[in-house]
Nanobody
Framework: VQLQASGGGLVQAGGSLRLSCAAF????????MAWYRQAPGKERELVAR????????TYADSVMGRFTISRDDAKKGLYLQMNSLKPEDTAVYYC?????????WGQGTQLTVSS
C-alpha cells in the first residue's frame, strides 16, 4: 500500500484545515487508518484512528472535539478535518494504514499554526 498525504500549510490560530491521504495498491487489506503527528523535538504521537469494521474512532485528548477523522468507503481516502487550530498543533502530520501484516506510512505534510 502506498500513501500520499496532502493539505498541510500555514494557518492562523483558530482557523481550519483539512488533510487528505490517498491510498493506492492493495487497499482491501487495510483494517485501520490513522493520522499521527510529530512536532520538533517530540516523539510521533497518534492524533486519530478509525477502524474499518464499524468505523469506530479514537482521538488524542489534545484534539478531541476539534478534529474529525473520516474515510471513504472504498478505503482509498483518509481525511482529517481540523478546526479551532492552536499553535501547539504545529507538526508534521503523517497518514498511516494498518493491515494484518504491517503498518504503512505516507510522507508527512507540514502544518504550521501561527499565533
Amino acid at each position: 500500500v502506498q500513501l500520499q498525504a496532502s493539505g498541510g500549510g500555514l494557518v492562523q490560530a483558530g482557523g481550519s484545515l483539512r488533510l487528505s491521504c490517498a491510498a493506492f495498491g492493495n487497499t482491501l487489506s487495510i483494517n485501520s487508518m490513522a493520522w499521527y503527528r510529530q512536532a520538533p523535538g517530540k516523539e510521533r504521537e497518534l492524533v486519530a484512528r478509525i477502524i474499518n469494521d464499524g468505523g469506530s474512532t479514537t482521538y488524542a485528548d489534545s484534539v478531541m472535539g476539534r478534529f474529525t477523522i473520516s474515510r471513504d468507503d472504498a478505503k482509498k481516502g483518509l481525511y482529517l478535518q481540523m478546526n479551532s487550530l492552536k499553535p501547539e498543533d504545529t507538526a508534521v502530520y503523517y497518514c498511516s494504514v494498518g493491515t494484518i501484516w504491517t503498518i504503512y506510512w505516507g510522507q508527512g505534510t507540514q502544518l504550521t499554526v501561527s499565533s
